[in-house]
C-alpha cells in the first residue's frame, strides 16, 4: 500500500493533483503509512498474531517518511523520535518477557536515535565515537545480564570494543584533549574493569581483553621510560639496554618453563565464554 502511493506519473493534471495534496492535506505516501499504522495497531489490540511487528515496522518508517516526503526517502533518517519510541517498546517488552533479543534491538534503536539527534545538533563530530562508547556499555551491561548465546556473543563484542576503545585512548584517536598521562590513567582504570569482569564472570572473552589492554598499557608505560631516558642517555645507549633486557627477559622464561614454574593452564577450566 506505501509502495503504492508513491508518484507515478509526471502529467499535468497529476502534478497538479500532487502539488494541492502536499499543501493541504499531506504527502500521500505519509497518509499511506499512517494508514498502515493504524491498521497494524488495531490489530495488535485484537491479539492478531506477529501483528505487533508489522505495527511497530510501519511505524519505524516515520523516521523516513514525513508529511512533506515525495520520493523515496534517503537512507539516513531525518527523525529521531519514531525510532525511539519503538525502541523504548521493545525495551519494555524485553524486560518483561527477559528477552535478550528484544532488550538488544531495543538498544539498538535507541542508540540509532541518539546518533539521529547527535547528527543534527552541533556536536556531529562526537557521533561516531559516542556512538562506539554506548555500544560498549550495551554489550557490557547486557552480555553480563544474559547467558544464552546471544549474551554469549555480546561478550564478545565487549571485549573486542574494550580492547579498541584502549587503543584509541592510548594512540589519541578519541578527541580528547588529554596528556599521555591522563591517557594511561583511563587505561589503567579501563584495564581493571576488565579484570574485574573476567574474575566476577569468569568469562574468557573478557580476561583476553585485560590481556589486549594491559600489554597496551604496557607498551605506553615502556614509551614513556623509553622517551625520558633516551633524553638523558641518549638513543644508542637506550635501544643497547632495551635489546639485552629483552634477551635477558626472553632467558627468565626459558628457564621457569625448563623448571616448571609457569601455569600448564593459562584460562581455567570452569571459565566460560
Known amino acids: 500500500m506505501i509502495f503504492l502511493a508513491f508518484p507515478f506519473g509526471n502529467s499535468t493534471v497529476f502534478t497538479d493533483f500532487w502539488d494541492r495534496m502536499l499543501t493541504t492535506v499531506g504527502s500521500p505516501i505519509w497518509i499511506a503509512t499512517l494508514l498502515v499504522i493504524v491498521f497494524y495497531g488495531w490489530a495488535t489490540l485484537r491479539h492478531v498474531s506477529l501483528a505487533i511487528y508489522g505495527f511497530l515496522g510501519s511505524f519505524l518508517l516515520l523516521a523516513w517518511i514525513g508529511p512533506h516526503t515525495e520520493q523515496w526517502p534517503a537512507l539516513i533518517p531525518q527523525q529521531a523520535w519514531p525510532i525511539a519510541l519503538v525502541g523504548f517498546g521493545l525495551m519494555i517488552k524485553g524486560l518483561m518477557e527477559r528477552s535478550s533479543l528484544y532488550q538488544t534491538a531495543a538498544s539498538a534503536l535507541l542508540i540509532s536515535s541518539a546518533a539521529v539527534l547527535i547528527q543534527q545538533s552541533s556536536y556531529t563530530q562526537w557521533t561516531t565515537d559516542v556512538t562506539f562508547v554506548l555500544t560498549l556499555l550495551t554489550a557490557l551491561i547486557l552480555g553480563s ?21 584502549g587503543y584509541q585512548i592510548l594512540t589519541r584517536t578519541l578527541p580528547l584533549e588529554l596528556n599521555i598521562g591522563y591517557r594511561l590513567l583511563i587505561l589503567v582504570a579501563l584495564t581493571g574493569l576488565c579484570l574485574l569482569l573476567a574474575i566476577g564472570l569468569k568469562n574468557r572473552w573478557y580476561l583476553f581483553a585485560f590481556t589486549g589492554n594491559f600489554l597496551l598499557l604496557l607498551y605506553g608505560a615502556v614509551l614513556i621510560g623509553y622517551q625520558q631516558a633516551s633524553s638523558q642517555f641518549g638513543a644508542t645507549a637506550m635501544l643497547t639496554f632495551s635489546w639485552s633486557l629483552g634477551m ?15 601455569p600448564r593452564r593459562l584460562i581455567p577450566k570452569n571459565w566460560t565464554a
Open 145 to 165: 545480564c544474559h547467558r544464552d548465546d546471544l549474551g554469549c556473543f555480546l561478550r564478545f563484542v565487549a571485549s573486542t570494543q574494550a580492547i579498541l576503545v
Open 248 to 262: 635477558l627477559l626472553f632467558a627468565m622464561l626459558i628457564s621457569a618453563h625448563k623448571a616448571e614454574w609457569l
